[in-house]
């Protein structure tokens, strides 16, 4: 219960995916991005796959990641 949120999930989410997927155009400059969404994947650039994950070093992995 309570009042909700002045910055609410439903309109912060999808502006800050937005941000992010813009965050990932710059570093694959001349390549034209595919999102899905519902994957959370480019299926048309692997190149750009590599900056929606973090890479652990040996030891720190997160299994469900």
């Not at 439903?10 to 800050?16: L, S």
């Not at 965050?23 to 034209?32: L, M, N, Y």
């Not at 994957?39 to 469900?64: D, H, T, V």
Request: with cysteine; glycine share 10%; aromatic share 10%.
């Amino acid at each position: 219960g309570g009042e909700m949120t002045e910055s609410h999930f439903a309109q912060t989410g999808p502006m800050t995916e937005a941000i992010l997927l813009g965050t990932v155009a710059i570093r694959v400059p001349g390549q034209e991005l595919e999102w899905d969404a519902k994957k959370m994947k480019f299926p048309n650039c692997p190149e750009a796959e590599r900056y929606l994950r973090r890479s652990y070093r040996e030891g720190w992995q997160i299994a469900s990641l």
